[in-house]
């Protein structure tokens, strides 16, 4: 079954650098020659595609079509009265319209317009959250969404010298519960030993019929990761006879190549767990890539009298992929784990058992991860990603991981009667663990999942569910 679906757009590099001033004009043109209130009534004629597109002309222009004047005359006649904004909105609105021009910046009302379309188009879009899908406890339309808002990503490296590089996203691929994100203009990635942070935002471009290659949007800072922080700890996950997989944190990869050590792509995963209000909000103050932490303001109701409450009742829905085919899909109901059998901070959730041969799983082909940059292809062997959304007994997410994994070779020769070569995959976070048990069948030439538990940190149970266990 195919898993993903791919999203190619035209790739844009931009570099900061300080550039040096231009040589003063000898003479002014006509338009700058032009007293700023009459061309600001010329410019109430235009539609706001035209006005956005001539800002970007030059300077004078930007400052005269970037007027707080002009803007607010635009906002309040396609807003005052617009019965598609929510009347606290409006009350909003009018109480703005008493601030003087003055008291605000540049640009002020222009940004509130954009702002304010945004809001509108999220409304209509905000139904769609509503619709959940039973097996995953997300909402099914996360992907349909994005698209709908137009939804990309930026990447912005720092190196140590403080400079400045933003990179446009290279390819999107959705699956059922996550988004795999590429970057593979190596040319213009740095070599990652000087690299000093990542910045990943959300852009959300609004629909205009913008020409060039500036168009209105809103940008969202979703994660900063400060890379020397992790650098310590960075590992390979996976290589083939042309690049190594770097795993700098969960959900981070650095594809490096071998020959020369630079970068030849960098891939992030986004589990969609809240993504749509992390692409048009962010998280300001808890800067997250992946969804390990539930939001804090949804907490389950207090129970006093249930012993063991927060220990049972959990739905889980595991995923493995490539970037291009899904490799196994399940969802396991009623897990839960006894009170004494609480083991080193630890809370066991056990949904397929070795001994039970009726639970166990075909896999639907090898495990590998495909890979691409501008030139060259490849698949790195016995790599893939894997996407876990943990329900509690209320079926809302508690614990949601994307993240690409490795398998390596376990050394067991018996296994309840199962005979073949035996895997292993295992993820760690703060959060919690993840054990995977594989075995290759050479008769079926097939991998089976043999044995999946999920290992959850009492912390984390304690602080979701007023706990003290």
């Known amino acids: 079954m195919e898993a993903t679906k ?87 609105l009018l109480k703005m319209a008493t601030v003087e021009e003055n008291d605000q910046a540049l640009g002020y009302w222009k940004w509130l317009y954009f702002r304010t379309v945004a809001a509108y188009d999220m409304n209509k879009w905000k139904r769609q959250l509503q619709h959940i899908n039973l097996y995953t406890g997300l909402p099914s339309q996360t992907e349909q969404i994005l698209r709908g808002l137009h939804i990309t990503w930026e990447l912005t490296i720092s190196d140590k010298s403080g400079h400045k590089g933003t990179h446009e996203l290279s390819r999107a691929l959705f699956s059922e519960t996550s988004v795999t994100l590429y970057w593979s203009r190596g040319d213009c990635l740095p070599s990652y030993q000087h690299i000093s942070t990542l910045q990943l935002h959300a852009v959300r471009k609004i629909a205009l019929n913008c020409t060039g290659p500036y168009k209105p949007g809103l940008r969202s800072l979703m994660a900063e990761i400060d890379v020397q922080t992790f650098s310590k700890s960075m590992r390979v996950i996976g290589q083939d006879r042309l690049i190594e997989l770097w795993l700098l944190k969960p959900g981070i990869v650095l594809g490096i190549w071998k020959d020369q050590g630079s970068i030849a792509f960098l891939m992030l995963t986004l589990h969609f767990h809240k993504l749509v209000e992390k692409c048009t909000q962010g998280y300001p103050g808890r800067l997250l890539l992946n969804s390990s932490e539930v939001d804090p303001t949804v907490r389950p109701p207090i129970d006093d009298v249930d012993p063991e409450y927060g220990l049972h009742g959990y739905h889980l829905h595991l995923l493995l992929h490539d970037t291009v085919l899904e490799i196994v899909s399940g969802s396991f109901s009623q897990l839960h784990c006894k009170r004494v059998h609480i083991c080193d901070g630890l809370i066991q959730l056990t949904a397929i058992r070795t001994k039970d041969l009726s639970q166990h799983i075909p896999l639907s082909g090898i495990i590998t991860l495909p890979w691409s940059s501008e030139v060259l292809q490849g698949a790195v062997q016995n790599c893939c990603i894997m996407n876990l959304t943990l329900l509690d007994e209320f079926k809302k997410p508690f614990w949601c991981v994307s993240s690409p994994v490795s398998v390596t070779a376990e050394d067991m020769s018996v296994s309840f009667g199962c005979s073949g070569d035996h895997f292993l995959i295992h993820y760690k976070d703060p959060d919690g663990q993840v054990e995977m048990k594989l075995i290759w069948m050479e008769e079926q030439r097939q991998f089976f999942l043999i044995n999946l538990v999920v290992y959850v940190t009492v912390c984390k149970v304690n602080k979701h569910f007023s706990r003290n266990y």
Request: glycine share 2%; aromatic share 6%; with cysteine.
């Open 6 to 92: 791919a999203i190619n757009p035209q790739v844009r590099t931009t570099i900061t650098s300080k550039r040096s001033k231009a040589p003063a004009a000898s003479s002014k043109s006509f338009i700058e020659r032009m007293p700023s209130e009459i061309l600001t009534k010329i410019l109430l004629y235009l539609d706001v595609s035209a006005l956005f597109n001539l800002g970007n002309v030059n300077k004078h222009l930007h400052r005269i079509v970037n007027d707080n004047a002009l803007w607010k005359g635009i906002y309040m006649a396609e807003f005052e009265n617009c019965k598609k904004i929510k009347p606290k909105c409006i009350d909003k």
